[in-house]
């Protein structure tokens, strides 16, 4: 079977065909493409500019997936596309360029939670069996369980997500948002040296983001105003934006393998599984890594290719509940900002 998804709850636009093989085994990615909309340094994405994107490159993001794959429509047996959760705005422009193409295919619909696909995508790349998984991304924060056909939120942001937190923060320094701007400021981090004091606020099992950031928002007003030097109390070191970054991925990715520890004890669980585009994130990968290595556990993470939004995962998600029966009906095709990654009946496994 094969599935064509598509992708848009945010500003990039995701285009993937998938195959599963009839007789069983591992799924074979045919094609993956992606196209981001980037907005000016300093500032964020519009929703009715990132809807304006999605809908000038769909038609040449499908054609162009369908090239690579070597297939044509007729080999397609049903389209996937993001119900939710995401921007309202480029959520819609999807739905409808799906509506669209069921309706000129003549090809059934189904409708996918962008968090499902996310983790179901990174359990067929990495092989994870059971893990208790963190999704991480400008949208969502979450430490989730699979149980009795369901993944279970055990904690989550109760304001901001972490990716958001960090975009945010981007824009105070006015730092390029190509290829994006958490990517820049991990690379940024990478060459900070002093560990300024952040707010640390993990409360049970859940995180909070907002606090840290204003926090941190101040600090870089301080460090920006050229009337004082602001230096390091040990070393005597200026304090530079290098070391503004490095200070807030230590301290928000701390939270996160806090809660993601605990959630592991209370599950009985080895494995961790990291989904979401902060999930690509090196450092992030590195002190899940060490955490879980004191558990005798392991990490599984996957490049930018499958942790950032793209269509490949939509259409993964979908095949999987497509072989169980489930379709979305046009009248239904619908798409939502809210969806909860618990409201989904997860049929295809046990």
């Known amino acids: ?69 070597g297939i044509t429509v007729d080999d397609i047996d ?21 509506r669209t193409l069921s309706l000129l295919w003549a090809k059934e619909l189904v409708g996918v939670n962008h968090c499902v696909g996310h983790i179901e995508m990174g359990r067929e790349i990495t092989g994870a069996q059971n893990p208790v998984v963190l999704y991480v991304s400008g949208g969502n924060t979450q430490v989730i369980a ?6 279970r939120i055990f ?10 937190c960090l975009d945010r923060f981007a824009r ?5 948002n190509d290829p994006a701007p958490g990517y820049n400021i991990e690379q940024m981090a990478k060459k900070g040296q002093h560990l300024v004091d952040l707010p640390y606020a993990v409360k049970g099992m859940d995180c909070s983001f907002s606090g840290i950031l204003a926090a941190i928002d101040i600090l870089a007003e301080k460090q ?10 040990e070393t005597g070191e200026l304090i530079t934006r290098e070391d503004l970054c490095f200070s807030l991925q230590e301290t928000v ?5 806090e809660i993601t520890e605990r959630a592991m004890a209370h599950v009985g669980s080895s494995q961790v599984l990291i989904v979401g585009g ?51 009906p046009l009248v239904e095709s619908t798409c939502t900002q809210r969806f909860r990654t618990d409201e989904v009946f997860v049929k295809w496994r046990n």
């Open 1 to 69: 079977m094969i599935a064509l998804g598509l992708e848009g709850s945010a500003n990039k636009l995701g285009v993937g065909l998938i195959l599963h093989p009839n007789k069983g085994g591992p799924a074979r990615v045919l094609s993956n493409i992606r196209h981001t909309f980037v907005s000016p340094p300093g500032e964020g994405f519009l929703p009715k500019d990132t809807a304006k994107h999605h809908r000038s490159w769909i038609t040449p993001l499908v054609l162009q997936a369908l090239k690579e794959a």
């Open 78 to 98: 049903c389209i996937c596309y993001t119900k939710g959760p995401g921007m309202g705005a480029p959520l819609q422009s999807v739905a409808i360029a799906a």
């Open 146 to 151: 699979y149980a009795s056909q369901r993944y």
């Open 155 to 164: 904690g989550e942001a109760l304001d901001i997500a972490v990716g958001n």
């Open 172 to 176: 105070t320094l006015y730092i390029s």
């Open 224 to 233: 920006q105003n050229g009337s004082t030097a602001w230096k390091d109390e």
């Open 253 to 257: 990715f701390a939270m996160l393998v």
């Open 278 to 328: 902060v999930g690509s994130n090196e450092r992030l990968q590195e002190m899940m890594g060490m955490m879980a290595k004191d558990r005798g556990g392991s990490v599984f993470a996957t490049d930018e290719r499958f942790c950032i939004d793209n269509g490949i995962m939509i259409a993964h998600a979908g095949l999987l509940a497509y072989r169980t029966g489930f379709r979305t």
